[in-house]
């Protein structure tokens, strides 16, 4: 479907994009992943159509579209601010791009009504923008741009400005709904954990390349290098590789010290010093409450270290 062939842009001496190649297949949602300035937005923006690449090669469907204005592409964008009229009701936001296309108003209004159906919002026509929750503005925008039939739908970031639990929610419901529409999707996140829980895979973005394109269920077991481990929140890191938590066995006879001790949602970070250096541990909220004394700084758990545990970066990639 989607296909970018050694896409490049630069802006004066400061690279976005830098070679980057990639490919969705048919219904797939690949998510661009990495932090602020890396690249993923701009690179979302070159498939849009909304900046053009430097060089390199945006093909759909095996054809070039690189050269085509945003409009000509079949793609549907959504952004972080859901972009909606204020000054239509929702039935109306939704058929806009139907309307803008020529479509006869009776039939936009009508594929409209099935849009919002299919996203939970029977009976939400006639309301207007500023009366709708933040979650509501998103599946909105989610039907408006699944109801004109893109060939692509890319994601900016459409999540961010909802709360923990809304946007859990939402991701899920987004996710079927594209599953269902069978469109293939691209996803700009900061966010490891929507990247895992919305993606089949995952690239990877550091200073506008790819640094690495996997499968969302093997990303965080097979990072591809120390830069990546550590975007990626992983403890324990070298230059060689990391120590994953089974590698720190609690309960096991050891005798680790405890260097600090950080209470978390659901457990405990623990910063231990063991012969092998310094690690970090979490623990869940039973594990910490099974020790014989509360893990104070300076106290002694019995913690050791599982050598042929360590992971080596791009073994078995």
């Not at 239509?88 to 849009?115: H, K, M, Q």
């Not at 709360?163 to 987004?174: F, I, K, N, P, Y």
């Not at 973005?205 to 640094?211: E, K």
């Not at 659901?266 to 039973?286: D, H, N």
Request: proline content about 6%; glycine content about 10%.
């Amino acid at each position: 479907m989607l296909e970018l062939v050694d896409v490049r842009k630069r802006y004066g001496g400061r690279v976005v994009a830098e070679a980057v190649s990639l490919a969705l297949a048919p219904g797939e949602l690949v998510a661009l992943l990495g932090p602020s300035g890396c690249g993923k937005s701009t690179l979302l923006n070159m498939v849009a159509g909304l900046v053009a690449p430097d060089a390199g090669e945006i093909r759909f469907a095996g054809a070039r579209v690189d050269a085509l204005p945003p409009e000509r592409r079949g793609f549907a964008l959504m952004f972080q601010d859901f972009a909606l009229f204020p000054h239509l009701d929702v039935l109306d936001n939704v058929a806009f791009g139907l309307v803008e296309r020529r479509v006869p108003r009776a039939a936009a209004r009508e594929r409209a009504r099935r849009e919002l159906a299919a996203v939970g919002l029977a009976g939400f026509e006639t309301r207007r923008v500023a009366a709708l929750s933040g979650g509501e503005k998103q599946r909105v925008a989610l039907a408006r741009a699944l109801a004109t039939d893109p060939r692509l739908l890319l994601l900016d970031e459409p999540f961010s400005s909802l709360d923990a639990h809304l946007r859990a929610s939402l991701q899920v419901a987004t996710r079927q709904r594209l599953a269902e529409a069978g469109i293939p999707a691209l996803l700009v996140t900061h966010d490891r954990d929507e990247a895992l829980a919305m993606a089949d895979r995952v690239a990877v973005l550091d200073a506008g390349r790819v640094a690495q394109l996997s499968p969302a269920a093997e990303l965080m077991a097979k990072p591809a290098n120390e830069r990546v481990a550590r975007f990626l929140g992983l403890a324990n890191v070298t230059g060689l590789g990391y120590w994953p938590q089974a590698a720190l066995r609690l309960g096991s006879g050891g005798d680790a010290r405890v260097l600090a001790a950080t209470p978390r949602a659901g457990g405990l970070t623990l910063e231990l010093a063991l012969p092998e250096g310094r690690f970090v541990l979490e623990l869940s909220a039973r594990e910490a409450a099974a020790l014989a004394e509360p893990p104070t700084v300076g106290a002694r758990v019995p913690v050791t270290l599982d050598a042929a545990a360590f992971c080596r970066f791009g073994a078995g990639a």
